[in-house]
């Protein structure tokens, strides 16, 4: 076991050593796994890195990644974010710190279409955030919880994360998608409680209650916006589409509403999106392609195995391993994005799971949770660096204004890992044991 496990150490090591020296991480990947190959003296075929890395792409359901960004690109560009933000407005803009909560019921809704924690905070920040300095919130508070608001974007579905998490541990989409929906919507309510809390101490303003006849038109306005989610999770659920249909499906339906219905969208902006978009999927893509080489040597080199024995020999409660996971994953989220996370330490981690009887779709929200809130704190922080600088606040206050919704997210990630039936009724429930 020894022996395996400085296997995994030189495989990891090596990684994180060309991470640190500013190699992109597709590359740290494919030079990491040769350095172990050359290493293993020839014990493992140098062909391994072409056809690994091919096999790890090999998935038609990978498809629903590109789809998904698209779909959120046109929602943004079409009109429809700005509609769901304008009933979010109407139902929540006369609380005190109203646009905080604007920008969170905001975020909400986007993010189930969107499925992605930056392509949320683009989106929304590019919005609340001016609307906020104009209404005199702190720039540094107005990028911080748009930033916390973000972190839901790959919890509630559908999901990207979601969607690596299940091909990298052969795990239903449409299960880990439903397992998102609970959880969710608690980071919601945490996050505005908090919102609530903070507007109340520091006196935020507040704007005039909306009339009843102004909320029932911004409602109408935004109702075909507002039944994207339920299309794209209903045909999941129901079976009558795949996940990578449903991703086409609303990347079409954003698409046509955006040109035919609120004529926002523009024949000539397609072309800008479909590209973006294909430029942020890709770099994904080419992640998971790289990650290819890392499962295989994971699987071939039985490291899984090693550290369940190595795991086992410390402890044999589930709880102590769920915290330690945790942990794990928080610490990790502070350093690397989502999907290198999810795509090289994963699959290490599935045999641990199930030899402590831990269900891979619980795992998989509190790790995509964790790797959320590593999101937004330090050093990482990409969403927070992204929301700083549409609010053109400096990091170090926008850390610090993030710090009370950061420890409202961790009290949500207690409660899923201590609660499994919050990730998992909603599936069994709908989809069966």
Do not use: C
Not at 109 to 124: E, H, K, T, Y
Not at 238 to 260: D, I, N, Q, R
């Amino acid at each position: 076991m020894t022996g395996q496990l400085l296997q995994l150490a030189l495989l990891l090591g090596a990684f994180l050593a060309f991470m640190a020296l500013g190699i992109p991480v597709v590359f740290a990947m494919g030079l990491s796994s040769l350095v172990f190959i050359l290493a293993a003296g020839g014990s493992v075929p140098l062909n391994v890195l072409a056809t690994s890395m091919i096999q790890g792409i090999d998935s038609f359901a990978f498809l629903a990644i590109p789809f998904f960004f698209l779909a959120g690109d046109l929602m943004n560009t079409g009109g429809i974010t700005r509609r769901l933000l304008a009933f979010a407005a109407s139902l929540a803009g006369h609380i005190r710190g109203g646009l905080s909560h604007v920008a969170i019921l905001g975020t909400m809704v986007f993010s189930g279409v969107s499925g992605s924690a930056v392509a949320d905070a683009s989106a929304i920040g590019s919005a609340m955030i001016p609307a906020m300095k104009k209404e005199n919130y702190p720039p540094a508070y107005a990028a911080a919880v748009v930033a916390a608001a973000a972190t839901m974007g790959p919890i509630i579905p559908p999901s990207i994360a979601f969607v690596v998490f299940a091909l990298v541990t052969d795990v239903s989409v449409g299960r880990l998608f439903l397992a998102g929906a609970i959880p969710g919507l608690l980071m919601g309510v945490y996050l505005l409680i908090t919102a609530w809390w903070i507007a109340r101490r520091r006196n935020f303003p507040r704007a005039k209650r909306a009339r009843a006849g102004e909320v029932v038109r911004s409602f109408a306005d935004a109702l075909l916006a507002l039944a994207m989610p339920g299309i794209i999770i209903g045909g999941i659920v129901g079976g009558a589409v795949t996940p990578t249909e449903a991703g086409a499906l609303a990347a079409v339906y954003a698409g046509l509403v955006g040109l035919f219905v609120y004529r926002e969208l523009r024949p000539r902006d397609v072309a800008r999106i479909v590209t973006e978009s294909a430029i942020n999927s890709g770099l994904i893509l080419l992640m998971i392609a790289a990650s290819g080489i890392f499962s295989w040597l994971v699987a071939n080199l039985a490291l899984g195995e090693t550290l369940v024995k190595f795991f086992t020999s410390l402890t044999d409660s589930r709880w102590v391993m769920l915290v330690i996971i945790n942990v794990f994953f928080l610490i990790w989220g502070l350093a690397l994005e989502p999907a290198v996370a999810l795509i090289t330490l994963v699959p290490l981690l599935v045999p641990v799971a199930k030899a402590y009887g831990i269900d891979l779709v619980q795992l998989g929200v509190v790790v995509v949770l964790n790797l959320m809130i590593g999101q937004l704190t330090p050093p990482s922080g990409v969403v927070t660096f992204l929301t700083a600088q549409i609010a053109g606040a400096p990091l170090e206050k926008v850390f610090r204004e993030a710090w009370p919704f950061t420890v409202a997210l961790v009290a949500v990630l207690a409660l899923v890992t201590f609660i499994p039936s919050l990730a998992l009724w909603l599936p069994e429930m709908l989809m069966g044991k």
